[in-house]
């Protein structure tokens, strides 16, 4: 059988088209399928780790995260290792559709929290020295060229580029709200041409990051994480003691571990959920090695019968993961090495395609090169509206509404929360520092301007602490 690499030189040489656009859907078919096969056996069984442990410990599992894993043994159970007719095929791309989008409501839920924690981490971290004996022995002078060293004795544009908005976020905040909204404006600029889509995802994050957005079911879901929220929310910052200060640090900790381990099922659950989209959508079409598949599919279905057993993983499953290492990654780089072509050939040969009825299996290739990419939570439909250029009357509109709603959101929070989200916002618009004097100019103004001694400490110390972590 000819091999990927061949086929694709062929079809850029326009040669054999019929016969190569089968042969090249048919070697990324397999390929997809025998990763997410494989891939989806690996993972089930530290996935079931996972969920048992956290079940088993004193917090336990929101009811909806026990309903996602419910639903995908149930369509586990129901498709894997049988054959399917057509309309059962499109009953279960249904259900698996539903279940993604129910974990990407869950997601942007819990990363609501994410950025709402870190808010609130970022200002107690700068209160700690409040309760410390304060000696501040490194000049504003000496400690700028410490930095303006550190950030610049990498030759690697992109790496210096990451140390710059890392430091920047933990340098103290001292920026006027005028010079911020300028950023933030010129930030979106950067943006004019590009299409409204990205304008749409930045904004939302920008949102989030502000706490700005509360997904429904925060409360109702995780109400010992709302309720440290609504707990932080109502500190007066100013006058707060010792005492206070350790409990809350100490409750913010374990919040915030609760929070991670649930943000790691989830993403376990959702590759799980990916790779078994994948599994579903290419079974139909897939010609495949039947030893591997059969091992592959007695692992999952072992797996899936320990949820309802709650038992531990049989010793006996080893065996079965020797004979499946080494198959993802080989498969993954040639599914890779041909999805770059799936959209230009669904471009450039859409009449042939069509004429030779591949054109369902093409759409798959790319709905499912959509689902083996990083973006574990990516969308699979786009609108026309999506791609539509955005240009400066649309970004300037955008930035009109988005900047009266920060600017009343700021408003209303307390000095030290302010500047914590103004500080975690132009981490994530585009770098506004474009020259060294810029950069230089930025520290020394940033610590110069920064008279509350336990702040500055305690920025000193993250900023050790960074440069001494990378």
Known sequence: MTDIYTIMKRLKKGKDIEANLSSFSNHMMNNA??????????????????YTELKESEEGIPATVDQAVNELNRIVKKYIGTAFSGEQLEQSIADIEQLRTQNIAAMKLL???????????????????????????????????????????????????????????????????????????????????????????????????????QPEGMQELYPNLYGMMIRLSEVDFKTLTKEQYEVLANDLKAASDLLNHNIDLYMTLEELTNDLYVI?????????????KQNCEAIIQEVCELFESKETIPDA??????KIEGIQEQCSD????????????????????????????????????????????????????????????????????????????????????????????????????????????????SLSSCSDQAEKAACIELIRQLMADI
């Open 317 to 322: 499953l080893a065996e079965r993961f020797e």
């Open 280 to 292: 579903l959508l290419s079974t139909p079409y897939a010609i495949v090695d039947l030893d591997e």
């Open 334 to 445: 040639v599914f890779h090495a041909g999805e770059s072509m799936i959209e230009e050939l669904q471009t450039s040969y859409k009449n042939i395609i069509e004429g030779i009825m591949l054109d369902k299996i093409y759409c798959s290739l790319e709905r499912m090169s959509k689902l083996l990419s990083t973006s574990l939570y990516i969308e699979l439909e786009s609108s026309i509206t999506d791609h539509v250029e955005a240009d400066r009357d649309y970004i300037m509109q955008t930035y009109a509404q988005f900047s009266l709603e920060l600017k009343e959101h700021l408003k209303k929070q307390q000095k030290a929360v302010s500047r914590a989200i103004m500080a975690k916002l132009i981490t994530l618009l585009p770098m506004f520092l474009r020259t060294y004097q810029e950069l230089e100019t930025y520290i020394e103004v």
């Open 33 to 50: 399928n025998r990763l997410s096969h494989s891939r989806f056996a690996l993972n089930y069984p530290t996935f079931y780790e996972i």
């Open 111 to 213: 990363t609501a929290y994410t950025d709402c924690y870190t808010i609130y981490e970022y200002v107690l971290n700068r209160l700690e020295y409040r309760f410390k004996e304060i000696k501040l022995e490194t000049s504003d002078e000496d400690l700028k060229t410490e930095i303006l060293n550190y950030l610049t004795i990498d030759n690697d544009k992109s790496i210096r580029q990451i140390k710059t908005v890392k430091m920047i976020e933990q340098l103290p905040m001292r920026m006027t709200r005028s010079k911020f909204l300028q950023i933030l404006q010129d930030g979106l600029t950067v943006y004019i041409g590009s299409e409204k889509q990205s304008v749409k995802d930045l904004i939302y994050m920008l949102r989030t990051a502000a706490m700005m957005e």
